[in-house]
């Protein structure tokens, strides 16, 4: 068995195995995946015809998806835990990461234990595309006050807009931790600017999607995301000036407009409450549950 530090020209084979599974989670996609280099050393092997990924830093090791694999077995899962054990000098920390609701009789079966880590938000692309009706008449006055009001460019990103991103989001940051000092929200913040940027950096090289309005010549909002499955279309980073009433909800409603996908899946609420009350607030229509699994 030989293991591989991830690298750009892994994507075919990581779309090969991928494509086997026709993934829900928005955490199973290449693009998803790579960019957390920035932040975990990432390897992966194949171990009995099945594809395993495999996260570390300094607290340890886990496996940061279910094996991808047809074949996928008892004897593949075992494996991967001895191997995370060899890592750990605590075996507590050894776990799958993201497995699916389809995979828990699977585990069960095998004696390991499963515990609800989160869930993703998927919402229909039409209903985030027209705000229309009752539910989305704040967000739609919103977003048709800002048209009214703002003489703006929305525009594709192009690599020249790295560095006004980058001050954009770092503005926001600021702003959002002076409003929250809870030190593991604020380390959520650091952790997502170091993914951000690794995600600008290969921004042109993986199947990334990005949108930017600017006002006066300067970037005010942006948002970014990729391809999940034929159905499903994954926003992964949206940043506005939170001065400008209204922009939030236009680059949301401009950019599902764009998008020819049945389902917008808006990510998970990583835990906070006023995170997951933005999420409901655009009426997701379904729920993918994100388990844990362990020896319990």
Known sequence: MQFRKISLKDKAIFDRFLSCRMPQLSAYAFE???????LYDIFWAKINKSLCVFFKDRVGCFLYL????????????EKCFE???????????????????RDLDFYKGLGYKTVLAGCDYVCKKEALADLKGEAFKKKRALANNFVNKYNFQ???YKPGDKKECIRLYLSWMKERKSQNSDR???GLLDDNFAVFKAMLECFGKLNFTGRVVKIGGRIRAFTFGYELNSDSFVILFEVCDLKLKGIAQYIFREFSRELDYKDINIMDDSGLASLKKVKLSYRPYRTLNCFSVNRG
Do not use: C
């Open 154 to 156: 929305y525009l594709i």
């Open 66 to 77: 279910s094996p991808l694999g047809k074949a996928n077995g008892e004897d593949t899962v």
């Open 83 to 101: 191997i995370m054990d060899g890592f750990n000098n605590n075996p507590v920390v050894s776990r799958i990461e993201n497995a699916e609701e």
């Open 184 to 186: 593991i929200y604020q």
């Open 32 to 38: 998803n995946i790579f960019i957390w280099q920035s």
